[in-house]
Nanobody, 127 residues
Framework: QVQLVESGGTSVQAGDSLRLSCEGSGYTFSRCAVGWFRQVPGKEREFVAAISRSGNSITYGDSVKGRFIISRESAKKTVYLHMNSLKPEDTAVYYC????????????????????WGQGTQVTVSS
């Protein structure tokens, strides 16, 4: 079993930067691929970024490519999402998700492939 806790969400202005954290617990977290997804009310959950368990493979969603960076610090059992040049359309609840069976690249962008989820953290970007 893997437990995930997101933090770092807040309200910012367009153009600002923000870092979200996803802290994992449970013995298998280090063996999990980890993804970030986001969701706004009335819309489906959108893929943002994913990182392999080794950290060597990374995938980004088209809407954040070039602006967001995903990284992981294994010693702290934490995966980060560095968000730069934020736009109002980045406003959403951001979730991290983990899955130990995602072993191949390209990493999955389908939320249904991730078994473990955090509770989410709200990011609001004002124009």
């Amino acid at each position: 079993q893997v437990q995930l806790v997101e933090s770092g969400g807040t309200s910012v202005q367009a153009g600002d930067s923000l870092r979200l954290s996803c802290e994992g617990s449970g013995y298998t977290f280090s063996r999990c691929a980890v993804g970030w997804f986001r969701q706004v009310p009335g819309k489906e959950r959108e893929f943002v970024a994913a990182i392999s368990r080794s950290g060597n493979s990374i995938t980004y969603g088209d809407s954040v490519k070039g602006r967001f960076i995903i990284s992981r610090e294994s010693a702290k059992k934490t995966v980060y999402l560095h968000m730069n040049s934020l736009k109002p359309e980045d406003t959403a609840v951001y979730y991290c998700a983990a899955e130990p069976t995602i072993l191949t690249v390209p990493l999955s962008v389908d939320s249904h492939d991730y078994r473990f989820w955090g509770q989410g953290t709200q990011v609001t970007v004002s124009s």
